[in-house]
């Protein structure tokens, strides 16, 4: 089976290197929704090495920041699971008190129709990543 | 309000340090769920210092190493949300093709009765983590 991580398709990408990268999800409900993908298949952190899952930790903060920043969001939620498809990535996804899940997982059950709060244009999104890599 | 995770109520501890803690928890679904809690009340990983913040991802990469070694789940799940107790925190849980919720999050929609997989005794889960900590 293909895996779709590998294939990268249809991925709307923001920032990568050489080990990873982060791209926009497309969830109506939840915008500035990112996801950083490690870009070898493998399954789980302790897969890693130490300093492969220093790096792409930095990224996932580095994306966590970048959207506090730009959305400010009342809690960032961060999650690998890997279930569905066991090639390692993770959500980073900003939310707020009235968004369609609030205060469930974005996998939960809905609470109600949700404000879907305005997202970062993704070319200041990507300039936000690119700057906290730096900083 | 005072907060559940500073008060410490009621919880199974297996490893501590000065920093964060590891508590095991009581998920009737899903044997072998671990928490990994920073001692001090603080909501976002981008909160801490990068010296807490990799402190606080060694302790849950030990126990999702531990979980590995005695239980050999299919995946393992990890997650930091806070959404309700804004309080650090990290979600530890192997998960299995037939257990209640997979390929869902434990948060999702049930798939099945699920089968409950044998979890390690907690002694023996707090010394290999205490081990993958020395590692």
Sequence with gaps: MTCPLCSRSGENLLWEDAHCRVIRVDDADHPGFCRVIWHA???EMTDLTAAQRAHLLQV?????????????????NLASFGNMVPHLH???IP?????????????????RDGRRHEPPDDEVLAARIADMMMA
């Design 41 to 43: 298949h493998v399954a």
């Design 60 to 76: 996932v903060f580095a994306t966590e920041a970048a959207l506090r920043a730009l959305m400010q969001p009342l809690k960032i």
């Design 90 to 92: 993770w959500h980073v």
């Design 95 to 111: 939310r707020f008190a009235d968004d369609r899940h609030f205060p469930q997982p974005v996998w939960g059950t809905p609470q």
